[in-house]
């Protein structure tokens, strides 16, 4: 190291290091997070500038006000039958994170993660995309494939790496894919998933199809060059993606200020990009809705990306293998300003007179019974722990489309390894 | 039968593929318009529009992975990476997903695309435009990697690369690319026009990846060769007189192990030449390799002629390629022991 001890007279430099406000032991406090009233934020058309649009990153589109009424213009004006179909999909997200988190506490598995608190931000979306529009999710959008009817037996059987996971026991429990319900396979290297979904948005568009892609981030991936990747690529080529980053403000323990949270708002990095950004209460399950609904529209009607923050909180732990005891206050999620999505829809069809508490409670048995037996079901195909439900030999399939001479002599030897310990 | 040096037989193997697939799409720095700073692709925006050869940002890794979104669409990228010295902030993207892709979904998601890029030294390029990467590719699963050494071979092997249902690294040796440089620097480089192989059928026809081609018969000592050192080592065995076999791998994952096998137990020595540098190099794969199968054949100890372990200097690249003078050491070592 070179002293600077010849420039005394210059004042010393210092290193700011970003803290989060509060930390075990202390009061959270969210006072200072901005909520505009709900129903304020304009609503634009589709083929607006997006530079005459350069307001709506730094604000917060809202619907559902206080008392659970839908107002303002970014109300999607959704049937009852919608909202209802929403609000039992949440649930049902809920119901089977809490059954499975369970299951990895009892061994069953080796990992899992929920997404309490966080469930309008996949569901929502899925109900405003298009059945056949391609997700490329984080590992925390398991709400579109239950918005999408992926059988919630097949999701078991990946996170227990069963005999009946279509995986093989690849992948990581929640890592799930299916090509059918247009959901991409999860990556657990961060941020890879965004610049794919605007390469399958421009397939879709070199081949003039009618589909889109949709994306989704954290804050704290947004840091990674394929964050920047993606978006530059996203406007370059004026993709047809939806790219959504998921600002729950926790990435395992660091806050969102480590990802440049303090600074500026996440949907803000959309207008260095030259495309339109929008900020949203993401535990506003109609807010998502809508604004999702209107980057799609922009994306089919080839008027190009759009970013757009979905502020939340991420109540629970990054992962089973995680204790946010550690690092924040405890029951910070239950004081966050922005409440719970279920309870807000439940809320706002109990307004409309399309809901009760006596139906509320029945659909919740109804999921609780409709996830055990799952999961009886899936379970008779076997947990992770004790011997592995895939063949040895399984292990080198997939690798390429064929078996190389150097993976077949491998396989022998795994076999005779195997053979070994038996004996 | 056309003559072509080995950038006409790229561009014509490109050519011939999309004409025959619409499903391929070029992409890459400086590809579209242009036609790429070596040429490979020149032309084919214009025969085959904007939207199936066009140029993209400066972002190896937003090249791979909007690459990576077409593949998974349907389409079947041929990606240009301007220099095998650029790939590496594209390497999350090459070997975590696209390596990986088949495996983690069971099949259900599978990526045939090529990952071309133009490597090695030798044309006074500095340390940024002459590394041989090959090794790191090696390592990691699921990727073929491939470089040929002459125009008919580039041709045949590309098809046949853009045809694999699997992602492929495509190493284009840039020294070769106007003529079969054999390491002799201080002498004019013939060009591919005298050499047989530059004669290309003008067509589709394909090299199959994973077989080496003899390049050279011989009795006495083996060279196992790719790309550029081809051409060295079939020039420092004229050149010194040595009956050897000189075996081009053109693919090196996976690698031809039966014809490395034959040879080797024929003539009992072996010599191993690349220019990547040397620790963990593939040569360190293929001496294992050869000593694994052919230990009780072998006369001598297997011979490594590879860079130096340093970065590939600018004032001495001939100090640093590994040429004539440096595997004729060897060779002669491999030959008197």
Aim: hydrophobic share 40%.
């Amino acid at each position: 190291m070179t002293s600077s001890n010849e420039r005394r007279n210059r004042p010393a430099l210092s290193l700011h290091v970003p803290e989060p406000d509060a930390r075990p032991g202390e009061e959270v406090d969210f006072s200072g997070v901005a909520i505009p009233a709900a129903g304020s934020v304009a609503r634009p058309d589709i083929n607006v500038a997006p530079a005459d649009i350069r307001d709506l990153p730094y604000t917060l589109i809202r619907v559902l006000d206080d008392d659970g009424k839908a107002v303002g213009p970014w109300d999607p004006r959704l049937d009852a039958d919608t909202l209802r179909r929403m609000l039992r999909d949440m649930a049902m997200v809920r119901v089977y994170d809490e059954r499975m988190f369970r299951a990895q506490r009892q061994g069953k598995t080796s990992f899992y993660m929920k997404s309490l608190g966080e469930e309008a931000v996949a569901v929502a979306a899925a109900h405003a995309l298009d059945r056949d529009d391609m997700c490329f999710p984080t590992y925390r959008q398991q709400g579109l494939l239950i918005a999408r009817d992926y059988p919630l037996t097949e999701m078991m059987c990946q996170v227990y790496s069963n005999a009946g996971d279509k995986l093989k026991g690849r992948q990581l429990p929640i890592m799930y894919s299916d090509r059918e319900k247009g959901f991409f396979t999860i990556s657990g290297n961060l941020g890879t998933q965004y610049p794919q979904a605007v390469g399958w948005a421009m397939g879709s568009a070199i081949k003039g199809d009618s589909r889109i892609a949709a994306a989704w981030i954290g804050d704290g991936a947004t840091a990674e060059g394929d964050f920047h990747n993606a978006v530059t690529f996203a406007g370059v080529y004026r993709a047809p993606v939806v790219l959504n980053v998921v600002n729950n403000q926790w990435a395992i323990s660091s806050f969102s200020g480590i990802a440049g949270g303090e600074l500026t708002t996440f949907a803000a990095r959309a207008v260095g990009y030259g495309i339109p950004g929008l900020r949203v209460d993401g535990n506003d399950p109609l807010a998502v809705y809508a604004a999702t609904r209107w980057a799609a529209d922009r994306a089919r009607s080839n008027l190009g990306p759009t970013l757009i923050e979905l502020f939340t909180y991420r109540v629970e732990g990054h992962s089973t293998s995680d204790d946010p005891s550690a690092y924040r206050p405890q029951g910070a999620g239950a004081k966050w300003p922005l409440g719970d999505p279920l309870m807000r829809l439940k809320a706002h069809l109990i307004g409309l007179g399309e809901w009760d508490e006596e139906r509320h409670q029945q659909l919740l048995d109804q999921l609780g019974e409709e996830v055990k037996a799952a999961q009886k079901e899936s379970e008779k195909l076997g947990t992770l722990g004790g011997e592995a439900a895939q063949s040895v030999e399984s292990m080198f399939d997939d690798v390429f489309a064929e078996l190389p001479w150097h993976l077949q002599e491998q396989r022998e030897q795994a076999l005779a390894e195997a053979e070994a310990k038996r004996k | 039968m056309t003559v072509m040096n080995m950038i006409e037989a790229l561009n014509s193997a490109h050519d011939v593929m999309m004409g025959r697939d619409p499903d391929i799409v070029v992409m890459g720095e400086d590809v579209g318009y242009f036609g790429g700073v070596f040429r490979v692709t020149a032309g084919l925006q214009k025969k085959y529009g904007k939207t199936r050869a066009f140029d993209t940002p400066i972002a190896e890794g937003g090249i791979a992975g909007t690459a990576i979104g077409m593949a998974a669409y349907g389409l079947k990228p041929v990606v240009e990476m301007q220099f095998a010295d650029y790939i590496y902030p594209a390497f999350d993207q090459i070997v975590s997903e696209a390596g990986r892709m088949r495996y983690r979904t069971a099949g259900e998601w599978t990526l045939p695309m090529v990952f071309r890029s133009p490597y090695g030294g030798g044309i006074f390029g500095g340390q940024t435009h002459s590394q041989s990467p090959e090794a790191l590719f090696a390592h990691v699963c699921g990727i073929k990697t491939v470089i040929p050494s002459n125009p008919y071979d580039a041709k045949g092997l590309l098809i046949a690369a853009i045809e694999d249902p699997d992602p492929v690294i495509f190493f284009e040796p840039k020294r070769i690319y106007n003529g079969p440089f054999d390491g002799f620097h201080e002498r004019p480089v013939t060009p591919w026009a005298k050499h047989p192989a530059a004669e290309v059928p003008e067509g589709y026809y394909t090299v199959p990846l994973g077989k080496a081609a003899v390049a050279r018969e011989g009795n006495d000592v083996t060279i196992l060769a790719y790309g550029t050192m081809v051409h060295v080592a079939l020039a420092t065995a004229e050149e010194q007189g040595i009956d050897a076999e000189v075996i081009d791998l053109r693919t090196i994952v996976p690698v031809d192990i039966d014809t490395i096998e034959a040879s080797v137990k024929k003539t009992g020595r072996c010599v191993i030449i690349h220019e990547a540098t040397r620790t963990g190099g593939f040569g360190a794969e293929l001496a294992a390799l050869v000593q694994e199968r052919c230990f009780y054949h072998l006369e001598a100890p297997v011979q490594r002629v590879t860079g130096y372990d340093t970065p590939y200097p600018h004032s001495l690249e001939w100090t640093y390629f590994p040429g004539p003078t440096r595997l004729g050491i060897a060779l002669k070592k491999a030959l008197e022991d």
